[in-house]
């Protein structure tokens, strides 16, 4: 089993609507979690950190974390053609310990105009 | 502020060859870390650095590879006898501190080719 599991998509929403993207982890001693989003051909940009159960929000990008479900999530509101990426989940990887992240396959969003 | 840098940002090399790709980290960051990463998957983790030491290199694929940071800032990643294998994207990502729970900040990538 992955550390981090993400559906590969590719998600298609239309414009404006809200993307829904999630991701699962197995290590139950994580405590922080990242969203990282990365265009075609260029390399991850962080997006969001979480740390704590419950919701945080930042403009149009609400992160939510459910630890007794060891399920991460990542809302986009009003979605955008150029949010169109791939969205990587990443949590601290138990090998290292927890000192480097273990990434998720990324899930494709695709926001059709 | 600049972020992270990286050289070169592409290199082509044949089958057997010698590579270093170069990492600037972000002025003040501490921690350094290399991932690879393949098309249609995420970074993989191969090394990390909490000042000059290599603090784990559990993720190097074999004794190819290695990397150092004489100085505490700019890492090299050093790939002997190249294989078509080793061709993917080679990312460099800093950090305050060396903790899982510390945001790190990529680079642009080295995309390595191996011909």
């Known amino acids: 089993q992955k550390e981090v599991e993400q559906n590969s998509g590719p998600l298609s929403v239309p414009e404006g609507a809200i993307a829904s993207l999630n991701c699962t982890y197995s290590?139950?001693?994580?405590?922080?979690f990242f969203w990282y989003r990365q265009y075609s051909g260029k390399s991850p940009e962080l997006i969001m950190s979480?740390?704590?159960?419950g919701d945080k929000e930042d403009g149009r990008f609400t992160a939510q974390l459910n630890k007794a479900s060891q399920y991460v999530s990542l809302l986009i509101r009003d979605s955008q053609p150029s949010d169109s990426a791939t969205y990587l989940c990443?949590?601290?990887?138990?090998?290292?310990?927890?000192?480097?992240?273990?990434f998720g396959s990324g899930t494709r969003l695709q926001v059709q105009p | 502020g600049a972020g992270v840098s990286q050289t070169p940002s592409n290199k082509v090399t044949e089958k057997g060859k010698y590579v270093e790709l170069r990492c600037d980290p972000i002025?003040?960051?501490?921690?350094l870390y290399w991932y690879r990463q393949s098309l249609g998957q995420g970074p993989e983790f191969l090394i990390y650095?909490?000042?000059?030491?290599?603090?784990?290199d559990s993720g190097l694929p074999n004794d190819r590879f290695f990397a150092v940071r004489p100085e505490g800032s700019v890492s090299t990643l050093k790939i002997q006898r190249t294989e078509r294998g080793d061709s993917a994207v080679y990312l460099c990502?800093?950090?305050?501190?060396?903790?899982?729970?510390?945001?790190?900040?990529f680079g642009p990538g080295t995309r390595l080719t191996v011909l």
């Open positions: 979480i740390y704590s159960n």
């Open positions: 990502a800093s950090s305050t501190r060396l903790a899982g729970y510390n945001e790190q900040f």
């Open positions: 002025s003040g960051h501490t921690a």
């Open positions: 990443a949590a601290p990887a138990v090998g290292t310990g927890r000192r480097a992240l273990t």
């Open positions: 650095f909490q000042g000059t030491g290599a603090a784990d």
């Open positions: 290590d139950r001693g994580s405590q922080s």
